[in-house]
């Protein structure tokens, strides 16, 4: 009797299942989609300053703020229309197909439009020397990046800026350099004369 109720219960048991587990819809169950700056808590899965590490926490601030600017729909997400304006406010207005390919070079998600990290994508591209200079991205991170850094690199407005002002600095460096040992070669030049005029003097005074 008793292991008849045992058996039963066992099956009873089996006849259930698994206990349930969060389904795709919870918070949990998004957990793998991509995170940006207007979506909800279980949406932010990743962290900004852990994985573009080559700017600085102002920076991504900055980006940040930007982003949220052009996000007219408050989504989290910057849409083909709002794209549009973007470029338009930063005087390099493109064409349909152009924001289009803007999008589809940093789309990895393939939804068609621009999430947080995606933005973050364009800067680190540029950053890299990634984007063809006459693209539409290339010109969205060098001009958006005026504003977005006020302090740059050594006082640079941009990291764009900061590069040739190294360039600068190195050429300058290298002709300084240059001049210093001009420099010494005309003093040691004119020791030499002047030793070779006193020998000439003491010698006039020995006759």
């Not at 240059?178 to 420099?183: D, F, S, T």
Request: glycine residues 12%; without cysteine.
């Amino acid at each position: 009797m008793a292991a008849a109720a045992a058996a039963e219960e066992l099956a009873g048991r089996r006849g259930r299942g698994p206990e349930p587990g969060p389904g795709p819809g919870s918070p949990a169950g998004r957990a793998g989609g991509e995170g940006s700056p207007g979506g909800g808590g279980g949406r932010r899965v990743f962290s900004p300053a852990g994985e573009f590490r080559e700017f600085s926490r102002r920076q991504l601030r900055d980006m940040e703020r930007l982003f949220r600017q052009y996000d007219a729909g408050k989504d989290g997400f910057i849409d083909l229309m709002e794209l549009k304006l973007m470029m338009e406010k930063l005087g390099a207005p493109q064409t349909h197909l152009g924001l289009k390919n803007m999008i589809k070079e940093v789309d990895e998600d393939l939804d068609s439009k621009l999430s947080f990290r995606e933005f973050l994508l364009i800067f680190r591209k540029a950053a890299a020397g990634e984007l063809q200079e006459d693209s539409g991205l290339h010109a969205l991170a060098r001009l958006s990046e005026i504003d977005v850094s006020t302090e740059g690199v050594k006082g640079a407005k941009s990291f764009f800026e900061a590069k040739v002002q190294a360039i600068h600095d190195a050429s300058r460096f290298e002709e300084e350099i240059k001049a210093e040992q001009e420099e010494k070669k005309k003093q040691a030049e004119e020791l030499k004369q002047r030793k070779a005029a006193f020998k000439e003097l003491q010698s006039t005074f020995k006759q």
